[in-house]
């Protein structure tokens, strides 16, 4: 039997990560998983988050690029050692926040995959910011589920409003057979939540058509991601105190529009997971040790820091 696999994707700051661990624990805790985790820059902060709170985790890292382009050849022969290496029923893919997964579903579809579903999370209180953006707006057309998330930070009346403006976005940018103008997904579900937490009837109910190897070799992928710069920075353990770092924090650049680390302050006994998106940003529990504290950094245009 093929194995099953679903595609989480999303800009950056969608709250990926954080919706797929809610997944593996609320609806596959006694099932084989294995992860393939995809980060834009050299350094993965997703992998080590899903093994800190999913025991056993099988984890497989592709960095420094886009899973769905600059590394094609690689995942291609990612996928075929996975089904060699590990014993699994299914596999999750979170894809960069800078990736557009259609290139990743037929990639699944070629070497025998059945790919469920396509989840897109959409970041509901700072979309706006980027919605002009093609690749934004192939993720969601490309998605058979699409995820309004952080619903909380906005009103009712603003929800209704972000529904409508991505329904828009999904019926432009909806993947449609070239010869015929056929929708190659005609059925969609949209999803509102908060905290990436997901109904399991997405799990049980819904899967993304099976589409033909004619309708995949007419796709064309458009985006590219030369307006985007990473960086790292790595601090020692304990060398900073947390409110020296909100302080930091706070002098971020207008261009940051996303980051993201594990840090050890001074006067927090545990490490903390640090999640930075437009302007917002959050801490919460590391459940292990680290040896240096790390923090990743994506700017939109030329890198500025001060």
């Known amino acids: 039997m093929n194995k099953k696999s ?7 700051g969608s709250g990926k990560t954080t919706s797929m661990i809610k997944v593996i624990e609320d609806f596959f805790k006694n099932k084989k998983v294995t992860f393939i985790v995809n980060e834009f820059g050299e350094v993965s902060i997703d992998g080590k988050v899903i093994s800190g709170s ?3 985790a099988n984890i497989v890292e592709i960095n420094e690029g886009c899973v769905c382009c600059v590394l094609y050849d690689e995942l291609n022969k990612v996928l075929s050692d996975l089904q060699s290496k590990y014993d699994f029923e299914y596999l999750f893919i979170e894809t960069s926040g800078l990736s557009e997964p259609f290139p990743i579903y037929s990639t699944l579809i070629s070497l025998g995959f059945e790919v469920e579903s396509i989840i897109c999370l959409v970041d509901s209180l700072n979309y706006k910011k980027y919605a002009d953006d093609d690749l934004f707006r192939y993720q969601i057309g490309a998605s058979n589920v699409i995820v309004l998330n952080k619903i909380d930070l906005i009103g009712v009346k603003r929800a209704q409003e972000v529904k409508e403006e991505i329904v828009s976005i999904k019926e432009k940018y909806n993947l449609k057979n070239f010869l015929t103008g056929e929708y190659l997904i005609p059925k969609y579900e949209i999803v509102e939540t908060s905290y990436g937490e997901l109904p399991e009837y997405i799990f049980k109910d819904l899967k993304i058509p099976l589409l033909s190897k004619e309708q995949l070799d007419h796709f064309q992928d458009k985006h590219s991601h030369q307006s985007y710069i990473q960086e790292v920075f790595n601090y020692p353990v304990n060398a900073l105190y947390c409110q020296q770092f909100e302080k930091l924090v706070g002098s971020f650049p207008k261009n940051l529009v996303r980051a993201k ?10 490490p903390l997971l640090f999640n930075y998106s437009y302007g917002n940003y959050t801490f919460q529990e590391y459940p292990e040790d680290i040896e240096q504290s790390v923090v990743v950094a994506i700017y939109k245009n030329e890198l500025k820091v001060v």
Not at 261 to 270: A, R, S
């Open 54 to 56: 999913i025991a056993n």
């Open 6 to 12: 679903y595609i989480f994707t999303g800009y950056l």
């Open 261 to 270: 680390g594990i840090l050890k302050f001074k006067d927090v006994d545990i």
